[in-house]
């Protein structure tokens, strides 16, 4: 069943903010447009919006999701053991390369926040562009089918 796309971040500087946006182009094998994260495996990151929604219930806090530092949000969908899956994003694809680990800036947002994300995929994944062009809010977004996965 597939999930859709809830909200874009772009992080134009190192450590610097994450901005909201209405809509991002994602460019294959380079990253997103105005991103600070550009070419090597890192160049998207995704959170899931139900696993954020879990965590802020566990820290009993409603604080917002932009302060993961991920770029894209997500919801209907696992990402769970995705390593190595294609994720579709309206015509765009992403190949996940791992999971987020959460670091100390995590807790600067929101104490405890960074114990929180450290099982079970909760800080997101990482991915590669293997298809860009352009997304928005409310693209559907699913897992490619293929002999991995």
Do not use: H
């Amino acid at each position: 069943m597939p999930g859709t796309l809830k909200k874009i971040w772009i992080k134009r500087a190192k450590l610097g903010p994450m901005d909201p946006v209405d809509s991002a182009v994602l460019i294959k094998n380079v990253g997103i447009l105005g991103n600070a994260n550009q070419r090597g495996k890192r160049q998207v990151t995704i959170i899931e919006e139900e696993i954020w929604q879990e965590m802020m219930r566990e820290l009993d806090a409603d604080t917002d999701p932009s302060s993961r530092r991920a770029n894209l949000m997500v919801s209907g969908i696992s990402l769970q053991e995705s390593r190595g899956k294609v994720l579709r994003v309206g015509e765009c694809a992403i190949e996940i390369y791992g999971e987020t680990k959460p670091c100390e800036r995590m807790d600067e947002s929101l104490p405890g926040l960074q114990e929180a994300m450290q099982k079970n995929w909760r800080g997101g994944a990482f991915g590669v562009i293997l298809r860009g062009g352009e997304i928005r809010p409310g693209e559907v977004v699913y897992f490619e089918r293929s002999e991995n996965n």
